[in-house]
């Protein structure tokens, strides 16, 4: 014959039976938060990551069409910022039957003829500027990325190269997460000028 452990008459638990109980239940606790944590911060990484890669596609999508249509003569690389390149040249105006024009596309979509498009790394934001005849910066400065990275491993943040017919930009941009760890995106692309 087996014995209970409860008596008949008397209602409740043992101390045994809730302390049993209760570490069970916190194991649990225990085990639940982890994989919530770990789902959190999974998440965490997929959507900055996604939002890093939107960033740099929409940002450098103009600048890669401007430098495809640039005059080869007009481009300078400016390399003597350590942690990144600056890059000036000029597009064509819109074709109107007689010659070609060299010159700048403001924000407003108007040629400027003579002037020039600047893109380069200012307080750590990749940024595009209209320089007019003189030089001088003419207007306000556009934002490209945000969170270009400095030089490292002898690579910059921002580098810019050309041979030839062939221009060659590399971007590295980063987040941190909340957790701390810091998240890098590198993007380099080679591009073929339409106007030799």
Excluded at 5 to 32: I, K, S
Excluded at 65 to 93: C, K, L, N
Aim: some cysteine; charged content about 20%; overall charge negative.
């Amino acid at each position: 014959m087996m014995h209970s452990a409860h008596r008949p008459g008397t209602n409740g638990f043992t101390l045994v039976e809730v302390v049993v109980a209760t570490t069970v239940a916190m194991v649990l606790m225990v085990v639940l938060g982890n994989i919530l944590l770990s789902s959190t911060r999974s998440v965490d990484y997929v959507v900055t990551d996604s939002i890093l890669d939107q960033e740099l596609k929409r940002g450098l999508n103009r600048m890669f069409g401007e430098i495809q249509s640039a005059s080869p003569s007009t481009i300078s690389i400016i390399g003597t910022d350590p942690d990144h390149d600056a890059v000036v040249f000029q597009v064509p105006a819109p074709w109107d039957g007689s010659s070609v024009r060299w010159g700048a596309v403001d924000d407003m979509n108007v040629f400027h003829e003579g002037w020039r498009v600047r893109y380069q790394v200012t307080k750590g934001d990749l940024m595009r500027c209209l320089l007019g005849t003189t030089g001088l910066t003419a207007g306000a400065e556009t934002l490209v990325l945000r969170r270009i990275d400095s030089a490292r491993d002898g690579r910059k943040g921002f580098a810019v190269s050309r041979v030839d017919d062939l221009v060659t930009i590399s971007v590295r941009s980063g987040r941190e997460f909340r957790d701390g760890v810091r998240h890098e995106k590198e993007f380099t692309s080679s591009i073929g000028l339409l106007n030799p």
